[in-house]
């Protein structure tokens, strides 16, 4: 079974310019999670998708960071403009649905460095 | 509102000798707590869950953990190490839904040979 897949792997930009995250979670899964890790620290989760609708995005800097997931299967996950606290892996996880014994799958994440 | 603690955010071990990682969790709801671990460049990994069921839950790769209300701990136990365990272990609490979870900051474990 392929996991979750994110791209790019890696992306350096200037503080102002903006950036935008690609994720396909794993076939079949209705929940759809974006979470922030910055070094050092913890993910912080910040969008919460279930299909195409959202559930949760009390965590996510809606004056700079967008999300969206079209036809209930891929998401984006956008940010404009970056900030240098921006920097911080990005990870990407879906599960079958949200009940607490279905297992999240994480991707291996974007690294994103604004200098 | 829930939070994690994890005590100690480097760990060292030799080769062989026990793991024990700690952490301790805060909730105002029914908890269910998970420990990931996560290797360089790559994503989490579940290691085990608990979710209300039997208090000590085994994982993979010879993990366990045991849930004690009393003291709202969930330590990560392993009675010998191996090289292999080196990576960064999370600890996390979530409510009903195990992928909108809140996490500790990390235990960095380091195994020596």
């Known amino acids: 079974e392929a996991g979750v897949a994110q791209s790019p792997r890696y992306k350096i930009i200037e503080k102002r310019q903006s950036v935008a995250f690609w994720c396909n979670p794993i076939s079949g899964h209705a929940t759809l999670y974006w979470y922030q890790q910055i070094l050092g620290q913890g993910p912080k989760l910040l969008i919460q998708f279930q299909n195409n609708g959202v559930v949760d995005d009390s965590q996510l800097p809606k004056d700079r960071f967008s999300a969206e997931r079209l036809k209930g299967v891929d998401s984006t996950l956008k940010i404009q403009p970056a900030k240098l606290e921006d920097s911080a892996v990005y990870l990407c996880?879906?599960?079958?649905?949200?009940?607490?014994?279905?297992?999240?799958?994480f991707g291996q994440g974007t690294r994103l460095t604004v200098v | 509102a829930q939070s994690v603690t994890q005590l100690g955010s480097h760990v060292s071990v030799s080769e062989g000798a026990l793991v024990l990682l700690r952490c301790n969790y805060s909730?105002?709801?029914?908890?269910?707590l998970f420990w990931y671990v996560q290797y360089p460049n790559q994503g989490l990994q579940l290691l085990l869950k608990?979710?209300?069921?039997?208090?000590l839950v085994k994982g993979i790769n010879g993990f366990e953990a045991e849930f004690k209300k009393s003291e709202t701990s969930f330590h990560l136990t392993k009675p010998s190490a191996h090289m292999s365990d080196a990576a960064e272990y999370f600890c996390a609490v979530s409510g009903a839904h195990a992928g909108k979870s809140t996490f500790g900051d990390g235990t960095t474990l380091t195994v020596k040979p």
């Open positions: 608990y979710t209300s069921a039997a208090t």
């Open positions: 996880a879906s599960s079958l649905d949200q009940g607490v014994n279905t297992e999240a799958f």
């Open positions: 909730s105002s709801v029914p908890p269910y």
